[in-house]
Nanobody, 121 residues
Framework: QVQLVESGGGSVQAGGSLRLSCGVS?????MGWYRQAPGKEREGVAA???????AYADSVKGRFTISQDKTSNTVYLQMDSLKPEDTAVYYC??????????????????WGQGTQVTVSS
């Protein structure tokens, strides 16, 4: 069993930044961030695997950066130039095996509890 604990959500004005953290109890090959806005389906935001490979949704490319700290096994999502449409509950996700990416929701094995991100205009 892998436990995921997110932190770092909050409220920010458009153009601002936030960094989300996901504490992971055991190394898992694929790690990612998903989000769900009110009235919308959950969508993949960013993914990282094998410590170095990453993928992003088109809507966040150039603004969000996913990273992973080997020492603490923590996954981060740095979010810059935030927009009101980034408002959502963000979930950390872990998947044991490839393929990895932002469109692998069905294969996710473990989910975090979610953290709210609110961006005001």
């Amino acid at each position: 069993q892998v436990q995921l604990v997110e932190s770092g959500g909050g409220s920010v004005q458009a153009g601002g930044s936030l960094r989300l953290s996901c504490g992971v109890s055991k190394y898992t090959y694929c790690m990612g961030w998903y989000r769900q806005a009110p009235g919308k389906e959950r969508e993949g935001v960013a993914a990282i695997w094998a410590w170095e490979y990453s993928a992003y949704a088109d809507s966040v490319k150039g603004r969000f950066t996913i990273s992973q700290d080997k020492t603490s096994n923590t996954v981060y999502l740095q979010m810059d130039s935030l927009k009101p449409e980034d408002t959502a509950v963000y979930y950390c996700a872990a998947k044991r095996d490839s393929p990895c990416g932002v469109n692998e929701e069905r294969g996710v094995n473990y989910w975090g509890q979610g953290t709210q991100v609110t961006v005001s205009s």
